[in-house]
């Protein structure tokens, strides 16, 4: 991170990506705190740079809605991962990341009882999984 940053401006793009790389590491590591203010300074710095609309506030704003979903707190889980997936729509082409985020949302949705919706995102996602070519989940 602070390499990033002396090198190319604390409001580089870069400096967000890392500071999610950084995210998900504290996430697998159930470091919870860590996690969610990592996640939130990357999209901070991500909607600063490139506007509440960037498309690559996706990733973060899945981490965000795992590390919430993981700490019990599904409404505002549901909250991030939704924002993902209408972001994540708005791309072209890039099927992976809208399957990530229906299927992230899906689990927060079905954790807080919203089964409807949930299947319905889950469904999507399983739709969409088919329509990558093998060697992107080999």
């Not at 697998?28 to 860590?34: C, G, H, L, Q």
């Not at 506030?57 to 991030?80: F, H, K, N, Y």
Request: proline share 4%; no cysteine; net charge positive.
């Amino acid at each position: 991170r602070r390499v990033w940053e002396k090198a190319v401006g604390p409001g580089h793009p870069h400096v967000a990506g890392t500071l999610n790389g950084l995210a998900r590491i504290e996430l697998e590591r159930k470091s919870w705190d860590a996690a969610e203010s990592l996640a939130r300074e990357s999209i901070a710095r991500t909607e600063k740079s490139g506007g509440p609309e960037n498309r690559a506030l996706v990733a973060p704003l899945i981490t965000l809605g795992r590390v919430l979903l993981g700490r019990g707190r599904g409404a505002e889980s549901i909250q991030a991962l939704e924002r993902a997936v209408a972001l994540s729509e708005k791309m072209t082409g890039d099927f992976g990341d809208v399957a990530v985020a229906k299927y992230y949302a899906a689990r927060a949705l079905l954790a807080e009882g919203r089964r409807a919706r949930g299947e319905e995102l889950l469904t999507a996602a399983g739709d969409l999984l088919t329509r990558l070519p093998p060697e992107t989940y080999e």
